[in-house]
């Protein structure tokens, strides 16, 4: 029973296309991140909500827009996709705002744009 | 041996052989920390953690060190086997309501 789901694990994609990927965590978390990791294996966090509210934005590009229908829900769509957006997305999830416990990580969206 | 530069730094270590992954973190007012392992085509998971208030914590076959005076974390592993191959990372809470940062990466090479 995975307990951080993300879906699709591959996307390939054209340049200015529109693309989405979604996360659920069947944890009971009431928080939810997107991290981003480059080539590099480079991990940083983009976003991170707390009960649906947005609570950090890393100066992502506004190309980036989270949704969090409900708190078991952290979806990422991006707008006119960029080669440089090729990365590896990681959802993760914890318990409280500041995790002063582990969060827990999904399988990976590895995003390529040609 | 260890190495560093553009690559991601690679640590090699004979099977059966114990390793040590050094981690320096950044915010002295960081009071958390995690190891994390990442294997091949997987989201990173959760290996051990530790407070700040502690020096160190083992759990099975790992222990991990906490040197607040030189903001040093350490991670090792004994008895290293193949299935420890992997990517593992370093995190810290810098404090208030910030996720986890993560450093950046060290790859463990386990030669059978």
């Known amino acids: 029973d995975t307990a951080v789901s993300q879906t699709p694990k591959y996307l390939v994609t054209q340049m200015g296309n529109d693309k989405s990927i979604k996360c659920e965590q069947n944890l009971g978390h009431d928080t939810m991140y997107w991290y981003k990791q480059d080539s590099k294996k480079f991990l940083k966090i983009m976003f991170s909500y707390n009960n649906k509210e947005l609570i950090i934005n890393e100066t992502v590009p506004n190309r980036f827009s989270p949704k969090s229908p409900d708190k078991a829900h952290l979806n990422l769509h991006i707008n006119s996709l960029e080669l440089g957006d090729s990365a590896v997305y990681f959802c993760a999830s914890s318990q409280g705002l500041r995790p002063n416990t582990e969060a827990f990580f999904g399988q990976g969206t590895r995003l390529t744009v040609v | 041996g260890e190495s560093v530069g553009l690559h991601l730094p690679t640590l090699s270590v004979q099977e059966g052989d114990n390793s040590i992954i050094n981690c320096a973190y950044s915010n002295s007012a960081s009071d958390y920390f995690i190891w994390y392992k990442q294997e091949s085509g997987k989201g990173p998971q959760f290996i051990i953690d530790?407070?700040?208030?502690?020096d160190k914590r083992q759990g099975q076959r790992v222990t991990v060190l906490l040197n607040k005076t030189v903001k040093h974390l350490s991670l090792q592993i004994a008895a290293t086997q193949p299935g420890d191959s992997a990517v593992y990372f370093c995190?810290?809470?810098?404090?208030?309501?910030?996720?986890?940062?993560f450093g950046k990466g060290t790859r463990l090479s386990v030669i059978a």
């Open positions: 530790i407070r700040s208030n502690m």
């Open positions: 995190a810290e809470n810098k404090g208030g309501n910030t996720p986890l940062v």
